[in-house]
């Protein structure tokens, strides 16, 4: 998925369908002293000091603003060297790539930039995308710049209210492009989805979340969690925005869950049950809803688990690691929008929660207190279904 690439009229015009462009040429320039590292302590004439040559860091980290604070004048005295009025300070996205011959290429928002993304839904080419389609940004890239083995790279960009900064100066003199396209898609990810992951990193907001049963579901993350987490972290009751999400999810929205889950092999052989239960939540009945989907879901991992183990079944716990690891080795990361070990702590202290039997203290959220006829009836609410339901659509994303 291309964001910036094409962004003035003449571009797009120009372009054909599918073609990806820069949007201008760079700045060339000759007899410019590569960089190699930033110093990340104060050190004195001849006295050995760290340098870190490569990283990745938002403007929420200290480190970043020293690290800019230097950088701006050194580009800027290149700049003028080579006359030319363009600066860090008024650009969106600056690319240095420092080419061997003290040669360099500074592309100030001239690259056309590619976001890899990974979506709910499949897509053909020149369907339009919207953000509630995207599941995960895995890599951030410039793929009409020719960026050598031999090269170093600065990239430095701002999204929202935020900046990202990478680099990586190439010490092993065998440039990892693809760490640093990964590098650059998860400053994008975090800054761009910064309440997202705030709910997930601040303790009491998350602990809050689980216990009235929310997580930022794949399904949720860019519509309805953003206002769940501001109700949470107020403290706010969420009645009535649960009941606005039930009706949000009675009629197509479900139903192209169900689609997302039949094209997976280990949902399939369940296929009447889930469909079954769909047609339930649709009718507006969470009881049948809730025994058939928190019933299932060890059913389904268990299945992608002997999938991934041929031959081989697993006990709770295990299955829960394999799900958090499926979900890890898919993204390629551990923090991505799939927030894979924070949905770890979901399940174990929300649908696989333990309860009380002598206490009576089984809800309708946990499996186990389902599973053993101890949830309170009048814990089987709508909003319970629908928290069961996308609790198995985020293991469609995992497995």
């Known amino acids: 998925m291309d964001e910036r690439a094409g962004r003035p009229a003449e571009q797009a015009a120009a372009g054909r369908l599918g073609e990806v462009r820069n949007l201008k040429e760079p700045l060339r320039l000759d007899n410019v002293q590569s960089m190699d590292g930033f110093v990340i302590e104060t050190v004195g004439p001849g006295t050995p000091g760290r340098v870190m040559t490569a990283g990745a860091l938002t403007s929420d980290e200290p480190l970043f603003h020293r690290f800019v604070e230097g950088l701006e004048p050194a580009v800027r005295q290149i700049l003028l060297n080579a006359g030319s009025g363009l600066s860090l300070r008024h650009t969106d996205v600056a690319l240095l790539v420092f080419k061997p011959g003290e040669r360099a290429e500074f592309w100030f928002d001239a690259a056309a930039v590619t976001l890899r993304c990974t979506v709910k839904r499949p897509v053909e080419m020149a369907t339009v995308v919207f953000e509630h389609d995207i599941s995960d940004v895995t890599g951030m890239d410039f793929p009409m710049v020719e960026i050598g083995p031999a090269d170093k790279v600065l990239c430095l960009f701002r999204e929202g209210w935020g900046f990202g900064l990478a680099f990586d100066f190439n010490a092993s003199g065998n440039l990892d492009r693809e760490a640093f396209v990964k590098a650059l898609g998860r400053l994008h990810r975090?800054?761009?989805?910064?309440?997202?992951?705030?709910?997930?990193?601040?303790?009491?907001?998350?602990?809050?979340?689980?216990?009235?049963?929310?997580?930022?579901?794949?399904?949720?993350?860019?519509?309805?969690?953003?206002?769940?987490?501001?109700?949470?972290?107020?403290?706010?009751?969420?009645?009535?925005?649960?009941?606005?999400?039930?009706?949000?999810?009675?009629?197509?929205?479900?139903?192209?869950?169900?689609?997302?889950?039949?094209?997976?092999?280990?949902?399939?052989?369940?296929?009447?049950l889930l469909k079954e239960a769909v047609s339930q939540f649709q009718a507006g009945k969470?009881?049948?809803?809730?025994?058939?989907?928190?019933?299932?879901?060890?059913?389904?991992?268990?299945?992608?688990?002997?999938?991934?183990?041929?031959?081989?079944?697993?006990?709770?716990?295990?299955?829960?690691?394999?799900?958090?690891?499926?979900?890890?080795?898919?993204?390629?990361?551990?923090?991505?929008?799939?927030?894979?070990?924070?949905?770890?702590?979901?399940?174990?202290?929300?649908?696989?929660?333990?309860?009380?039997?002598?206490?009576?203290?089984?809800?309708?959220?946990?499996?186990?207190?389902?599973?053993?006829?101890?949830?309170?009836?009048?814990?089987?609410?709508?909003?319970?279904?629908?928290?069961?339901?996308?609790?198995?659509?985020?293991?469609?994303?995992?497995?």
């Open 286 to 399: 969470p009881i049948p809803v809730i025994k058939i989907i928190l019933t299932e879901i060890e059913g389904v991992l268990q299945d992608a688990y002997r999938a991934a183990n041929p031959g081989q079944g697993a006990r709770q716990k295990e299955l829960l690691r394999f799900a958090v690891a499926s979900a890890e080795a898919r993204a390629g990361d551990s923090d991505t929008l799939l927030f894979p070990t924070a949905f770890g702590e979901y399940l174990n202290g929300h649908t696989f929660a333990n309860f009380d039997p002598t206490a009576q203290n089984g809800t309708a959220g946990s499996r186990h207190a389902v599973g053993h006829g101890a949830a309170a009836q009048e814990t089987y609410t709508m909003t319970r279904a629908l928290q069961a339901i996308l609790t198995l659509d985020q293991l469609a994303f995992y497995t």
């Open 190 to 272: 975090v800054l761009r989805y910064r309440a997202q992951y705030g709910a997930v990193t601040n303790s009491t907001v998350f602990n809050a979340l689980v216990g009235a049963g929310w997580f930022p579901f794949v399904e949720i993350i860019h519509r309805e969690f953003k206002e769940l987490a501001a109700l949470v972290e107020a403290q706010v009751d969420l009645t009535a925005t649960e009941a606005g999400m039930v009706k949000a999810f009675s009629g197509d929205r479900v139903d192209h869950m169900l689609q997302r889950w039949l094209e997976k092999p280990h949902f399939q052989a369940k296929a009447d």
